[in-house]
């Protein structure tokens, strides 16, 4: 099949189409339909009808955008019409809400009159916070877009013209320093003098590109001074004419520094390239051919030629997705009366920002686990990085605040747990973590240092000021990654093979001599297993915290922690924890790694020291013991432990929080079943904590709710140790180092 026939298939397939419209609030009672509909819904009405701003606290408004098309410039299919577009703008309200959360209503006019086409848009203003334009003809989509942000006060924005302009101006900014060139004093050559050209020049003076500096060619050739006093352009395009002579692309292209190609596919030639400035910069963005092709520019000559195109198969995609989705989430979000000049400015620096960082496993891997950092192959983020979100929409809000543009004031602070929250439960109850890291960073040793990994998770943990890292193993290698990297980063290292560690060795021999280990051999061991080594730093207060377990197995990374650190005094066991978020609940799973077999008492144990952890990220435990049976429905051993492990808790008058048990799993988690059927139990609400009988069932029970049910998982949190010590699991991300790492923290903290 085709790439089309696939298409067809996918948007045939039932239900047609690609979007569609679901609840925000409950509708399952009469209550509720009462609520949503007649008669309660007058009441919204009345104070909307007082005060037309309520409209963005009473309904979906603030959050909605219309994307809005008559279909006269679809994409690389021209005037194909406003009911054949609307393939085209509901993707874009795919885009919208995969990316940004934004909900989108598409609006497909069949109106190719100016005038009447600004009236119909005008009077939707009462239903949407924001107008996103769409593949509307040049130069009807100046004048609409013009006269629409003069007329509403709501965001206008045609992201054909700026989303363009933008994403490539963001890589500008980049590639500029990369070649060392200052932007003021770069020659910039258009090839095109269309919408987006026409706004991609304008924004790129706003970056700082000298207008004076800036030739556009149009299919005629250069546009001149002289062109534009016989008439030959337009008003949008005479703004750029020049006192230069006469010429053709090829002729405009000579000395220039920068190639920016929103035209024709297959136009530029080698020899094109070579004819321009030192290193120069090519954004051939002609989809889906380039002006030149990738390739073909890059081998056109021997200096650096930083290359980007449209398309996804090639470094440096220039992707509107990377603009649109996020402006429209930060102008929402401060109920924004325009998307101006500065909002346009600060997303295009935040993304250049957001390329110079580290790239998370999960980007690496959707792109092939090619290497991306931050260099001539890679000035723009990848459209699918997550990071996007919480650097773009922020500074977007800042930007409209500082300039007058925002209604609404947010702490920015704020703002980015907002977003956090909006896309994932987890990423918020993390963010609670990570700032309480950050209160009093603790020192954590990395016992598999020289790993890519375990680096560049220490990277970040330093640069974000979450932990303070040491990379436990050979100097000259965590060296040589660093730079294979490209960080600028110079780490604490402890090298087992360049320092002396007589007293780690005596102290590992003092505590396991009766165990079998000769003086010798425990030198042996500190030198050649960084567990050990950071092992005994802990114990030592050489470190605050230790992680482990990246490339070895679960059972052999925890022995030299239980051997050397050993259980809390409170303590007989350890257990593994993962806490779960799906939707916007938030539960923890004990014991998932650690206890084979069980009894009251390792229940009892992990149960507190679950609810206990559970109160670090800000949840106030309700603990159920699981089984399969309710309260006495079944009698037997396996259901006895459980029984009388919450027989015990709830008889310690130092146990703070509500528990039962046993009970079955969905007893624990519906609230109808606990309230109704079994109203005398302890808990009035759902359970948060949940304790496993075993580890059979317990490991079983995260995998399938996390592979069946899509929920997110962090972890295993390691719990009952005398000192902060959590095992990863093997191939972990970064991101989950970074995870654990934070929640070592903040336990090195409360146990001060």
């Known amino acids: 099949m085709t790439l089309e026939d696939d298409s067809l298939e996918y948007h045939e397939a039932d239900p047609p189409g690609k979007i569609e419209i679901a609840t925000t609030k409950p509708t399952n009672t009469q ?30 408004k603030g959050n909605l955008v219309g994307v809005v098309s008559n279909g006269s410039a679809v994409l690389g299919l021209g005037n194909i019409g406003a009911t054949a577009s609307k393939p085209v703008m509901e993707g874009k309200g795919v885009l919208f809400k995969r990316f940004a959360d934004v909900d989108v209503f598409d609006v497909e006019l069949d109106i190719d009159d100016t005038d009447a086409f600004c009236e119909a848009v005008a009077a939707m203003e009462p239903t949407f916070g924001g107008i996103n334009l769409e593949d509307i003809k040049a130069p009807e989509c100046f004048q609409i877009e013009e006269r629409l942000q003069d007329e509403m006060d709501i965001p206008v924005f045609h992201d054909d013209q700026h989303g363009t302009a933008i994403i490539n101006g963001s ?31 304008h924004f790129y003076v706003s970056l700082g590109v000298d207008p004076d500096n800036i030739v556009l060619c149009d299919s005629t050739g250069i546009i001149t001074e002289e062109r534009a006093e016989a008439g030959d352009v337009n008003e949008y395009k ?50 889906p051919t380039p002006e030149i092709g990738y390739d073909e520019g890059k081998n056109a000559r021997d200096d650096t030629v930083i290359m980007a195109t449209g398309r996804s198969d090639y470094p440096n995609q220039v992707n509107n ?93 704020e703002y980015r747990n907002a977003l956090e929250a909006r896309v994932g439960k987890s990423r918020e109850m993390m963010r609670i973590v990570f700032n309480k890291a950050k209160q009093d960073p603790k020192r954590i040793a990395l016992a598999e240092g020289e790993d890519e990994k375990m680096i560049r998770a220490a990277y970040q943990l330093s640069e974000q000021g979450i932990a303070e890292p040491v990379l436990l193993g050979d100097q000259d290698a965590i060296t040589a990654t660093i ?27 003092e505590l396991r001599k009766r165990k079998g280990i000769t003086r010798s051999e425990a030198g042996e061991l500190v030198r050649t297993s960084t567990n050990y080594l950071g092992s005994v730093m802990v114990d030592q207060n050489d470190a605050d915290a230790l992680l482990t377990g990246l490339t070895h197995h679960y059972p052999s990374a925890l022995r030299p922690p239980l051997q050397v650190i050993g259980t809390a005094d409170d303590a007989e066991y350890v257990s593994g924890v993962y806490m779960l978020t799906i939707g916007n609940r938030v ?27 559970a109160r670090q990220f800000n949840v106030e435990p309700r603990a159920a013991l699981l089984s399969y049976s309710n309260f006495g429905s079944v009698e037997g051993e396996e259901t006895q432990a459980p029984r009388d492990a919450a027989a015990m808790l709830r008889a310690d008058s130092a146990v703070d929080f509500p528990v039962d048990g046993e009970m079955q799993a969905d007893t624990a988690l519906v609230e109808e079943m606990l309230t109704d059927t079994y109203e ?9 904590v949940l304790v496993f009988p075993n580890l059979e069932s317990g490991n079983i029970g995260y995998k399938l709710l996390q592979r069946l049910g899509d929920a997110e998982a962090i972890g295993p949190m390691l719990v009952g140790m005398d000192e902060p010590v959590h095992v990863l699991q093997r191939g972990d991300e970064v991101k989950d180092i970074v995870n654990l790492a934070a929640v070592a923290v903040v336990d090195a903290q409360e146990r001060e």
């Open 680 to 688: 005398f139990s302890d808990l009035d609400e759902p359970a948060n």
């Open 587 to 613: 539960v923890f799973f004990a014991d998932v790694t650690v206890n084979r077999d069980t009894d009251a008492d390792v229940l009892a144990e992990t149960t507190r020291h679950t609810a206990e952890l």
């Open 171 to 201: 890589g500008l900014i980049n590639a500029a320093d990369i070649v060392d060139k200052d932007l003021g004093d770069m020659k910039v050559v258009f090839s095109g003098a269309g919408a987006s050209a026409l706004a991609t020049a």
């Open 321 to 413: 997705v990377l603009g649109f989705p996020f402006i429209f989430r930060g102008a929402l979000d401060v109920r924004a009366s325009e998307i101006n000049e500065e909002m346009k400015v600060a997303c295009a620096e935040a993304l250049a920002e957001l390329a110079r960082k580290d790239v998370p496993d999960a980007v690496l891997k959707a792109y092939g686990d090619e290497p991306l950092q931050f260099g001539p192959e890679y000035i723009l983020p990848k459209p699918v990085d997550p990071r996007v979100l919480f650097e773009v929409a922020p500074a977007v809000a800042e930007a409209a605040m500082e300039s007058g543009a925002a209604r609404e004031e947010v702490d920015l602070d």
């Open 483 to 509: 730079d294979e990297l490209g960080l600028d980063y110079e780490p604490m290292v402890n090298d087992p093979t360049d320092a002396e560690y007589d007293a780690y060795a005596d102290r590992l021999h």
């Open 31 to 60: 209550r509720d339909l009462s609520l949503a509909y007649s008669p309660g819904v007058a009441g919204p009405c009345r104070k909307i009808a007082e005060s037309p701003e309520k409209a963005y606290d009473y309904t979906a």
């Open 238 to 287: 005479r703004v750029f004419a020049r006192d230069i002579e006469d010429g053709d692309l090829a002729d405009a292209m000579e000395g220039a520094d920068v190639l920016v190609g929103l035209s024709a596919g297959g136009i530029v030639s080698q020899d094109m390239v070579r004819s321009m400035a030192n290193n120069p910069i090519i954004f051939a963005m002609a989809n």
